[in-house]
DNA sequence: CGTCTCGTTGACTGTGATCAAGCGGGGTGG
DNA sequence: CCACCCCGCTTGATCACAGTCAACGAGACG
């Protein structure tokens, strides 16, 4: 699955950048780099490029009618975000704080599928594998309560990050809020109870150590 | 869009069906039917199969860690279901009244893509349709409240079923509040208020009757 | 005619949202 | 260097929406 995501080029590489759909198949990219919550594309605007975070993060992001937001999701370090089959983007991508990114034409994507299957396979698999998440994220916002959401959140980002212990959150606080559909008000209480009850340790509010990863999962589990 | 998806070949086969990923090519599969609440396939099964809805309906099922059913979505006539990159099956398929179902070996639609690429762009743009459906999902679950969820749920049904007024439901009311994470009790209640504001006509509680389409999007708008 | 499932209605409860205030750390300017 | 401010976060009090518990009604089926 891994070798299916993009990959770098080379660090040598500054404005040039590669992806590869499958081993072996490197198209043409380029880098950009975006401060503190900056737009990377908006929802409406022409699909014209595929993106990979390179170093820092991204949120893409929806509004409601009535204005609220609703984050579909992070995306950090070796992630693709901005798939799309339609001409034109059907959310919003902002770097959190900070992030670089590599760019990739559609067009050169659709034309290595036109003539690889492998390339089209990965296509699908890239596209299966947002599918997933996003159903998780339904399931997470269906059936599992404040402290559930939080606890399998932390778990989640663990994992991604394959840290053990150590968790250095990009996000804020309404970030998360907005990710797991809650208030900052009811995440920052559940932060705080899970150190009260020493699941976790908060040195600060962006750093979280995980004590008790068996007590997380048990919470996870709504 | 609409013809990518499976076509029958003719009411003439009873047992033998074909499904089209893309404008003239067919690939041969066999018609099943289901009783009510049957399972068509299990999470955890060998994902040997895809699946379209010929007639009646279908939903797709997961269970979360401590029980409670979560259903990620109806399908449909016409509609594809039982999509998987991996080898299993992540979550479960039923009938709800009774479905005929046609069935296509993933094998032959691999082939398929294998040899034309237009086939690998029917099979993605199917997942992509699928990742859209999943986070609408999310945002309905997410953002909007109890009778809102209901009544974007009857509007994309009779969008769905192209009826302009008249909605025959064929999912139970337990079916309705786990596919927008309610008790069946909020989701009647709804149902009733919307009734008593002039907003739909319940001739019976599986029959839904559109008074007030703008009404209906109003509420929506959460 | 009785039973059984599905749906509706009502009374009460609880979880998370809302409103409001206070805290703390990082950055700027005097 | 320190004072101040501003923003992100926390904490507390109250409220409201949907969940829970319970009873009843209405069809469907034997």
């Known amino acids: 699955m891994r070798d299916l995501n993009f990959e770098t080029a080379g660090a040598a590489l500054s404005v040039s950048d590669c992806i590869s759909l499958a081993p072996g198949m490197a198209l043409q990219g380029v880098r950009m780099r975006y401060g503190r919550n900056a737009e990377i594309f908006g929802a409406g605007e022409k699909a014209e490029y595929v993106y990979r975070v390179v170093s820092g993060a991204v949120r893409t992001i929806r509004f409601s009618a009535d204005g609220r937001r609703q984050i579909l999701g992070f995306h950090l370090p070796g ?21 670089e990114v590599a760019l990739v034409r559609r067009s050169l ?52 990050f394959e840290a053990n212990a150590d968790l250095d959150l990009p996000m804020s606080r309404a970030d998360i809020a907005d990710y797991l559909a809650l208030t900052i008000e009811t995440v920052s209480r559940a932060f705080t109870q899970m150190e009260r009850d020493r699941i976790i340790a908060l040195p600060c509010a962006r750093h979280v150590i ?12 709504a």
């Open 79 to 99: 992630d693709i975000f901005g798939l799309e089959t339609g001409a034109r983007h059907s959310f919003s991508a902002e770097s959190i704080a900070g992030a």
């Open 109 to 160: 994507i659709e034309a290595a599928v036109a003539e690889d299957p492998r390339a089209a396979l990965a296509l699908t698999q890239l596209f299966a594998r947002e599918l997933h998440a996003a159903q998780e994220h339904a399931l997470v916002l269906g059936l599992k309560g404040a402290s559930e959401r939080v606890a399998a959140f932390i778990l989640h980002l663990t994992d991604r």
């Open 210 to 221: 995980v004590r008790d990863r068996e007590a997380l999962e048990l919470m996870e589990a």
